[in-house]
């Protein structure tokens, strides 16, 4: 039943009403999806196919060799191909995204991802096949920016974490998981099909990306040419160099001395180009920002150790210890386990608020001690040492990873979090790059002067006055007796300088502790804060 209001025309009620502290605003993302979880698996999706496709191909380069008729040396381009490409492409990922969306680049990225996967399959010589790998490679290089922000864009600051940890698991876990994937199924089916496995994946990310996938709003704004010019010529030289620098005996070379000259000059006039220019490639104040600046430097730690790592241990089980390819792959898993049990926790405990920085430094001191484990490695040990050890130092990479990227994207305004992942996946690239070509050099060297003092020591009549039984196995022969002893003399050697580039490895990361120091903790979103989403559309 109606009441009359009394005199005067106040109502009590809205008096009452008008004193109530107002409802806390409900927390949003920077994009709306209609279906979230399911956007999250297109991304996922994407994200771990182009990683995959990093590694995958590294265990079926011999066979590569002989179908496209190349020498041992020249097949490798096919896997430099695609890491040139991808970091000289990278660079253009925020500027391609104001430029014709967010949502656009993603598409076009994983259909150009798709249709250079199948024409890798169909090369059938070398040349086709460093055209076709650097096509895939520029694609590749735009998803992982890319689909870095999408998973902060879609949710709110309360499960960015958790987000992260998801994202996080792919770009770890891959790389781990593509020689294996790589190694099946070239043993049951055929090298090409390592390209082909990308057609149907590729063809259900699209339709998922092309019915959820949000996009920023267009910013249009100048393409510095000249900066990323110089920023191209600086990586692929630098990338040039590093290839060629082992074969030509690095500084000895004129060859590698030009290019290192030229990578180091292009840089410098980049950076001086970077910070005076009116219209730089990347936005100066994101060099402000003192989280992205050192994840930049963590994150050429994590690229030398996680990518070095992988480059060691696969040819030190299958050639020092005997495992065949899919056992090595199943060694190395464990590594893989403990990223993605460390990237769940790591994920629940900022949820929780605790320091990403006591999380940053904790995964740093477990990568350190795992390395120091594995210094004390020896040639007649069994697998356990590798399963438990793996397992370790996944838990500290996993620790490093999630907390990492919260503080350098919690810091940035949505609009530059496809630059500053660009950024942040470059320095990976790199450091990855430098990384194996450091552990390489490294082993090669200390190989032979281990190889030098250890065989020094050694005579045929050392031989058999310490054991008078090696002389009557092999009928008095020296030469056989010698023979022997260079054998072994030989896995000791290469032991020894497996071990020396794990030291490096542990005082590398042990260096890179006193980083976190330098990381400020972002401020926690405050209850009912409100974040607002930018001007959303579908291009």
């Known amino acids: ?19 109530e502290a107002p409802a806390p605003a409900v927390e949003r993302a920077a994009l709306h999806t209609s279906n979230r979880p399911m956007l999250t698996i297109g991304v996922m999706a994407a994200t771990i196919m182009q990683i995959l496709d990093s590694t995958i191909a590294n265990v079926a380069l011999p066979h590569m060799q002989a179908s496209l008729s190349a020498t041992a040396d020249t097949v490798t381009w096919v896997l430099t191909s695609y890491i040139v490409a991808s970091a000289v492409a990278i660079p253009m990922t925020g500027w391609l995204s104001d430029r014709i969306g967010s949502r656009n680049l993603f598409l076009y990225a994983v259909v150009g991802f798709v249709l250079a996967s199948m024409l890798c399959g169909l090369a059938t010589n070398l040349p086709e096949m460093v055209l076709f790998r650097v096509l895939q490679g520029i ?11 999408v998973m902060m864009d879609i949710n709110p600051p309360s499960k960015q974490a958790g987000a992260m940890s998801i994202w996080g698991m792919g770009v770890m876990v891959g790389p781990i998981l593509g020689p294996v994937i ?16 990308n057609v149907p994946v590729g063809i259900v990310t699209f339709a998922i990306l092309w019915a959820l996938l949000p996009t920023r709003e267009i910013r249009l704004r100048r393409f510095d040419l000249f900066g990323f010019s110089l920023l191209a010529i600086a990586i692929s030289v630098f990338q040039l160099m590093l290839d060629r620098g082992q074969t030509n005996d690095w500084f000895e070379s004129w060859e590698v001395r030009i290019e290192g000259m030229v990578a180091l000059c292009a840089a410098w006039m980049f950076g001086v180009h970077l910070f005076t220019g009116k219209n730089p490639m990347f936005e100066r104040s994101l060099f402000a920002n003192r989280n992205l600046v050192t994840g930049i430097g963590f994150m050429i730690v994590i690229g030398v150790l996680m990518t070095a790592s992988l480059a060691l241990l696969p040819p030190m089980l299958q050639s020092l210890f005997g495992y065949p390819v899919l056992e090595t792959g199943i060694l ?13 926790l790591a994920g629940r405990l900022m949820k929780q608020n605790v320091d990403p920085r006591l999380l940053v430094g904790s995964g740093l001191i477990i990568a350190a001690y795992s390395l120091w484990d594995m210094t004390g490695w020896t ?28 503080m350098a994207f919690g810091t940035l305004p949505p609009h530059q979090r496809t630059e500053g992942a660009s950024l942040m996946n470059l320095s990976r690239n790199i450091g990855g790059s430098v990384g194996i070509s450091t552990v390489t050099v490294l082993l090669a060297r200390n190989l032979q002067i281990n190889h030098a003092e250890l065989g020094a020591h050694i005579t045929a009549g050392g031989l058999t006055a310490a054991d ?16 022997m002893a260079d054998g072994i003399v030989n896995q000791q050697a290469a032991m020894i300088a497996y071990l020396d580039d794990f030291k490096l490895m542990m005082i590398l990361t042990m260096a890179a502790i ?26």
């Open 1 to 19: 039943m109606a009441t009359a209001n009394p005199p005067g025309g106040v109502d009590p009620l809205a008096e009452v009403e008008s004193t």
């Open 379 to 406: 040639i007649e040990m069994g697998s356990t040492p590798f399963i438990v050890t793996g397992l370790v130092q996944g838990v500290g990479l996993g620790l490093i990873f999630i907390p990492l990227n919260i």
């Open 514 to 539: 006193p980083l976190v120091l330098l990381l400020k903790r972002p401020k926690p979103p405050a209850k009912g804060e409100k974040v607002e989403a930018p001007a959303v559309h579908f291009d």
């Open 332 to 344: 190395l898993m464990p590594r893989g386990v403990g990223i993605v049990a460390s990237m769940a």
């Open 139 to 149: 694609a590749a290089a735009f998803m992982n920016p890319l689909s870095q922000t």
């Open 182 to 197: 790589g190694g099946w199924l070239t043993d049951n089916y055929d090298w090409r099909w390592c390209f082909y496995v």
């Open 468 to 483: 008078p039984l090696v002389g009557s196995i092999l009928g008095g022969s020296t030469d056989a007796a010698l023979a």
